[in-house]
């Protein structure tokens, strides 16, 4: 198997940016929903496009790539509507 080409710690360290930004920006206010929903949600349908797109729409391989069931897949791909 390759080198993954970005390490676990680049993604880590660009999360941590983005919800430090988040609460920055919020100034003190309180967030106005749960702040691991969010990140989830908004990290969670780019990976499955990006991976998918990786797999050249094989949804079989998507999952395998991403180490989740087919079914979980597909009910992920319905829930953020990817086609």
């Known amino acids: 198997m390759s080198e993954c080409p970005i390490n676990e ?3 880590a360290k660009h999360v ?3 919800v430090n930004d988040y ?3 919020l100034d ?3 967030p106005s929903c749960g702040v ?5 949600c908004c990290a969670e349908k780019p990976l499955i496009e990006t991976v998918l797109l990786q797999a ?3 949804q079989t ?6 180490g989740i069931n087919r079914n979980t897949l597909r009910k992920k791909m319905q829930q953020y509507k990817i086609k």
């Open 9 to 11: 710690n680049d993604i």
């Open 36 to 40: 691991y929903d969010m990140v989830m």
């Open 16 to 18: 941590r940016k983005a």
């Open 23 to 25: 609460f920055k920006d």
């Open 61 to 66: 391989r998507t999952a395998e790539l991403l």
């Open 28 to 30: 003190g206010e309180e």
């Open 56 to 58: 050249e729409g094989n």
